[in-house]
C-alpha cells in the first residue's frame, strides 16, 4: 500500500488520505475496505482508496439470486471470474482491469443520498477533465452516463460510471467504478445493474466512437478523480454527531440507512 505522491494528497482540505493500492483481488481490497472503515468509525482519518481489480462480478444486495447473470457459474469460473456477494446496495456488476475503482471510506450519517451526488459531482469534473463534457446523472439512478446511442434502431442509455454504498455505523462503504478502458465484453456476461436498456461505455470507447484520436489510461483518471475529489469534498461536513454514538449503535444494518437510487452497484 502506498500514499500517492505529493501532488495527488489531499492537500486542499487535508481531511482525508488516499491511498493508490495497484491492482489488488476484491477479497483483499474487501478487507481493507473493513479496516479503513473500522478506523473512521473510531476518530480516525477518512481514506479514498484508488485501485483496480482482477475480473470479478459482485451482487448487491438487490442481487441475491444472481437472476442478472446471464451465463452458468461454471463459464465464469472456467473464466477466472470470480462471483462475491457483498453488502453495498444495488444489483450485479462487473470489475476488472482498465476500470479505476474508488473507496471512499467517508463519515456519511444519514445523508447517504447528498453523498451520492457529491460521487456524481466528482464523477462529472473526471470526465471533463478527460474530454467527455457530456457526461450526466440519470435522474432516479445511481451512475454517471454520457449521450444516449441508437443501436439498430433502438436507443440505450450509455453507462460510463457506476456507484453502489453501504453504510454501517454512519460510515460509508464501496464507492465507484469508473470505466477507462475496461474490457467491456465482461459486461455481456451480466444485466449490468439489472438495466436492461443500458449498454455500458469507457472513456477509451467514447474517444474511439467520437474520432478523437486520444488514448485513454487509468493513470490521467486517477489523478483527474483526485483532483474532483478534492474540490467536491472542500467543504464537506466531516464530524458528524452520529459518530460519536456509533459505539451506542453497533448493529445498524445498511437497510436502515435512506433508500437508494435504482442501479447503484459500484
Not at 488516499?18 to 481493507?32: F, I, K, M
Not at 453501504?166 to 460509508?172: D, E
Not at 444485466?191 to 466512437?209: A, I
Request: hydrophobic content about 40%.
Amino acid at each position: 500500500m502506498k500514499a500517492l505522491p505529493g501532488e495527488f494528497e489531499a492537500a486542499g482540505t487535508g481531511a482525508f488520505d488516499v491511498l493508490d493500492l495497484g491492482v489488488v483481488p476484491y477479497r483483499e481490497a474487501w478487507s481493507l475496505q473493513k479496516q479503513h472503515h473500522a478506523q473512521v468509525v473510531t476518530g480516525g482519518r477518512p481514506a479514498l482508496l484508488l485501485l483496480e481489480h482482477p475480473p470479478v462480478l459482485t451482487l448487491g444486495r438487490k442481487a441475491r439470486e444472481g437472476t442478472n447473470i446471464v451465463v452458468t457459474r461454471e463459464y465464469l469460473a472456467a473464466q477466472g471470474i470470480e462471483v462475491l456477494e457483498v453488502e453495498r446496495g444495488g444489483d450485479v456488476t462487473y470489475h476488472g482491469p482498465g476500470q479505476l475503482v474508488a473507496y471512499a471510506i467517508f463519515p456519511v450519517g444519514r445523508r447517504v443520498a447528498d453523498f451520492l451526488r457529491l460521487l456524481e459531482a466528482a464523477t462529472l469534473h473526471v470526465l471533463t477533465a478527460l474530454g467527455l463534457p457530456d457526461a450526466r446523472p440519470n435522474p432516479g439512478y445511481a451512475g454517471v452516463y454520457v449521450n444516449p446511442r441508437d443501436v439498430n434502431g433502438l436507443t440505450y442509455e450509455q453507462k460510463i460510471c457506476s456507484f453502489g454504498v453501504a453504510v454501517q455505523k454512519n460510515v460509508a462503504l464501496h464507492g465507484l467504478g469508473l470505466n477507462v478502458t475496461t474490457n467491456l465484453q465482461h459486461f455481456d456476461l451480466i444485466v449490468p445493474c439489472g438495466l436492461s436498456g443500458t449498454h455500458m461505455t469507457s472513456v477509451q470507447r467514447e474517444y474511439d466512437l467520437r474520432g478523437l484520436e486520444r488514448t485513454a489510461s487509468v493513470a490521467e483518471a486517477k489523478a483527474a478523480l483526485v483532483a474532483a475529489f478534492q474540490a467536491t469534498f472542500a467543504e464537506y461536513d466531516w464530524t458528524l454527531t452520529e459518530l460519536t454514538t456509533a459505539s451506542a449503535t453497533p448493529n445498524q444494518a445498511t437497510q436502515d440507512q435512506p433508500t437508494l437510487p435504482q442501479g447503484a452497484t459500484a
